[in-house]
């Protein structure tokens, strides 16, 4: 059974950093293509971003783009997303998913999700 499990989160304020970790369990880790999303109170589910799974390859939303940094350590089975220059509209539950298929550059079948952990940014 894959179990994914977020830590990290907090109370910061604007303009301040987090850095969330997923550890994986279950599954070989460095076979599979990860992903961070988030969901603020009445609104949808929002994707943040992937990881391929070497690690070569990252995408992020626009909405992050330039702040956000999601990386991997395959030895640890870690996903990581370094959040800086934190704002307000950040605040969200942030859940690290694992694509459902080996060997992709890019997510698009996620079959396990992690409970999640709260990040909520104060101006």
């Known amino acids: 059974q894959v179990q994914l499990v977020e830590s990290g989160g907090g109370l910061v304020q604007a303009g301040g950093s987090l850095r969330l970790s997923c550890v994986v369990s279950?599954?070989?880790?460095?076979?599979?293509?990860m992903g961070w999303f988030r969901q603020a109170p009445g609104k949808d589910r929002e994707l943040v971003g992937t990881?391929?799974?070497?690690?070569?390859?990252?995408s992020y939303a626009d909405s992050v783009k330039g702040r956000f940094t999601i990386s991997r350590d395959n030895a640890k089975n870690t996903v990581y997303l370094q959040m800086n220059s934190l704002k307000p509209e950040d605040t969200a539950i942030y859940s690290c998913?694992?694509?459902?298929?080996?060997?992709?550059?890019?997510?698009?079948?996620?079959?396990?999700w992690g409970q999640g952990t709260q990040v909520t940014v104060s101006s």
């Open positions: 279950g599954r070989t880790f460095s076979l599979y293509a």
């Open positions: 990881i391929s799974w070497s690690g070569r390859i990252t």
């Open positions: 998913a694992s694509d459902g298929d080996l060997y992709r550059d890019s997510p698009r079948r996620f079959d396990s």
